[in-house]
């Protein structure tokens, strides 16, 4: 882990400048390195590069604690980027996060109850995430929903009486039981009154 450390410490020197050094010192074999060092020690040089570039991109000012940094070797987003995301659901982790999310019952809480709900989301995905669990697939498609009303069919006068015979046909009535308040031709002479 020595040389992880030193090149850790050189890249992040690099980045952070003197806010790293004055937080975690300039030597690497120091106590913070150490830490530094047990923190990371399961992590490979290319996971270790994503969490540098993950702090490249970030536009942070200050360097990570080593925790934050471990998260973000694993490409794990902060939580307002997840939240940020919610809607959206573009970056894998969001996904992971919304398995443990109650959907509706957020969409439908408060603010407040919503926010503790996903900050519960999002810590409960990071757990997973460290221990080992995959990110979720891209979507092959995504769902949509139609919105626009089937067209409309309008009968004439002769087949809505032979739709009401049929009904009533099913139903078990015959014509002289039961017929319709409004018969076809009483209909077709009101829409001829309406039409002048």
């Given at each position: ?43 490979s040089r ?37 939240r940020a ?54 979507p092959v ?56």
């Open positions: 882990m020595s040389s992880l450390a030193e090149y850790l410490w050189l890249h992040m020197a690099g980045l952070y400048g003197h806010r790293w050094t004055s937080a975690y010192g300039e030597d690497p074999h120091r106590t913070a390195g150490r830490e530094w060092a047990l923190v990371l020690q399961d992590l290319q996971q270790i590069d994503t969490g540098l570039e993950a702090c490249r991109v970030s536009g942070d000012d200050w360097p990570p604690s080593a925790p934050a940094f471990r998260a973000r070797c694993f490409g794990i987003p902060s939580f307002e980027h997840v995301d919610i809607a959206h659901k573009t970056m894998r982790f969001t996904r992971l996060v919304l398995e443990g999310l109650d959907f509706y019952l957020f969409t439908r809480s408060d603010q407040r109850d919503a926010e503790r709900m996903l900050r519960a989301a999002y810590d409960y995905a990071v757990a997973r995430r460290l221990d080992g669990a995959e990110l979720p697939e891209e498609a995504a769902l949509t929903k139609d919105t626009t009303d089937p067209p409309r069919r309008h009968c004439s006068p002769e087949q809505r009486a032979a739709h009401f015979a049929r009904i009533r046909e099913h139903l078990g009535k015959s014509t002289r039981e039961t017929a319709p308040a409004d018969t076809a031709a009483q209909h077709a002479n009101r829409e001829e009154s309406t039409n002048e």
